[in-house]
T-cell receptor, first 112, second 112 residues
C-alpha cells in the first residue's frame, strides 16, 4: 500500500530534550516536506526537500532541522524543543512534476 | 501579504443536502488550486484540484468552481453523507513553484 508513515504518532516531552520525528514514504517520491498545523493558522511548511541531500527552508524553519540521506526518509529534528513547538506535525511527499501531495497521519507533539 | 482564507469556519448541513464550502485567495499569480479533506486524527487527503485555465471541474460527487475575477474558489459536495464530516482546506500554488499555501479550514458537520 502506497503511504507516508510517521513515528511516533504522539509524543510528550520536556523543554530542551532533543527529539526526532521520523517520516518514510514507499512511493519513491523525490519531493518531501514537513508542515505544522496550529488552530487558526492552517498548515505551514517547515522544511522541504527536492531530493536526496537537497533541503530548503519553508515558512517556519526556526527551531527545526531536517536531513535527507535516503530518498524514502525525511526526519524532522528538534534539537532543543520549546513549548511553542507544541503542535500537530505532518510529513508529505509527491513525485516530481506532480502537484498532489500525500500526507502522513500526523504526529501530535506536546512540549512541557 | 498573500493569503488564502475561508469564509466560514463551520458549516452544518442535513444529510442528503448539497454542501458548498468557499475559499478566497489573494495571490492573482496563483494558477493551481487543491481541495483537501481532513478527518479527525488523520492527515489531509486530496479531493480535487483545478488549474486556472478552467472554471469548473467535476469529480465523484464533488465539483470545484473557480472564479478568477473575484479570486474565489468553492467546493460543492452533492448529497452530503455522514462520511463527509471533516475539515476541508483549500490550497493554492503559483505555477512552477513548490510552495502550497493553505487556508485555515472549514469544519463540515453533517446532521442526520
Amino acid at each position: 500500500e502506497a503511504q507516508v508513515t510517521q513515528n511516533p504518532r504522539y509524543l510528550i516531552t520536556v523543554t530542551g530534550k532533543k527529539l526526532t520525528v521520523t517520516c518514510s514514504q514507499n512511493m519513491n517520491h523525490e519531493y518531501m516536506s514537513w508542515y505544522r498545523q496550529d488552530p487558526g493558522l492552517g498548515l505551514r511548511q517547515i522544511y522541504y526537500s527536492m531530493n536526496v541531500e537537497v533541503t530548503d527552508k519553508g515558512d517556519v524553519p526556526e527551531g527545526y532541522k531536517v536531513s535527507r540521506k535516503e530518498k524514502r526518509n525525511f526526519p524532522l529534528i528538534l534539537e532543543s524543543p520549546s513549548p511553542n513547538q507544541t503542535s500537530l506535525y505532518f510529513c508529505a511527499s509527491r513525485r516530481p512534476g506532480a502537484d498532489t501531495q500525500y500526507f502522513g497521519p500526523g504526529t501530535r507533539l506536546t512540549v512541557l | 501579504g498573500e493569503s488564502v482564507g475561508l469564509h466560514l469556519p463551520t458549516l452544518s448541513v442535513q444529510e442528503g443536502d448539497n454542501s458548498i464550502i468557499n475559499c478566497a485567495y489573494s495571490n492573482s499569480a496563483s494558477d493551481y488550486f487543491i481541495w483537501y479533506k481532513q478527518e479527525s486524527g488523520k492527515g489531509p487527503q486530496f479531493i480535487i484540484d483545478i488549474r486556472s485555465n478552467m472554471d469548473k471541474r467535476q469529480g465523484q460527487r464533488v465539483t470545484v468552481l473557480l472564479n478568477k475575477t473575484v479570486k474565489h474558489l468553492s467546493l460543492q459536495i452533492a448529497a452530503t453523507q455522514p462520511g463527509d464530516s471533516a475539515v476541508y482546506f483549500c490550497a493554492e500554488k503559483v505555477g512552477g513553484g513548490n510552495k502550497l499555501t493553505f487556508g485555515t479550514g472549514t469544519q463540515l458537520k453533517v446532521e442526520l
